[in-house]
C-alpha cells in the first residue's frame, strides 16, 4: 500500500508530528510545496530516520516542489528517496 500526503509550507514548519495509522510495509510520498517560500521544515519527529542521522533541508527557493519517500516498518518512517526543485 502506498500514500501521499500534499503539503504547504507557510510559514517555516518547526514542528512535524509522527504520522498515525501507519502500516508496516507501506510507502508514504510526502510532496511539500515551497509556497511563497522560501520555507524550512525543521523539528522532525523522532519517528522520522533519514540517512547518517541527519535531517533533509527543503529547497530555499519560492514554490519549489520537494518530495521525500519513505518506508514505515510500522512505527517508524524511514527515508528511501528524495526529489528536490523539481519542475
Given at each position: 500500500?502506498?500514500?501521499?500526503?500534499?503539503?504547504?509550507?507557510?510559514?517555516?514548519?518547526?514542528?512535524?508530528?509522527?504520522?498515525t495509522?501507519?502500516?508496516?510495509?507501506s510507502?508514504?510520498?510526502?510532496?511539500?510545496?515551497?509556497?511563497?517560500?522560501?520555507?524550512?521544515?525543521?523539528?522532525?519527529?523522532?519517528v522520522?530516520?533519514?540517512?547518517?542521522?541527519?535531517?533533509?533541508?527543503?529547497?530555499?527557493?519560492?514554490?519549489?516542489?520537494?518530495?521525500?519517500?519513505?518506508?514505515?516498518?510500522?512505527?517508524?518512517?524511514?527515508?528511501?528517496?528524495?526529489?528536490?526543485?523539481?519542475?
Amino acid at each position: 500500500a502506498s500514500a501521499v500526503l500534499a503539503a504547504e509550507l507557510y510559514p517555516n514548519v518547526t514542528a512535524f508530528s509522527a504520522p498515525t495509522n501507519q502500516v508496516a510495509g507501506s510507502y508514504y510520498t510526502l510532496r511539500v510545496n515551497n509556497g511563497s517560500g522560501p520555507y524550512s521544515i525543521s523539528g522532525w519527529n523522532a519517528v522520522f530516520k533519514f540517512p547518517g542521522g541527519t535531517d533533509p533541508t527543503s529547497t530555499a527557493t519560492a514554490s519549489a516542489i520537494d518530495l521525500f519517500v519513505f518506508r514505515s516498518d510500522g512505527t517508524n518512517m524511514e527515508l528511501i528517496g528524495q526529489s528536490q526543485d523539481v519542475k
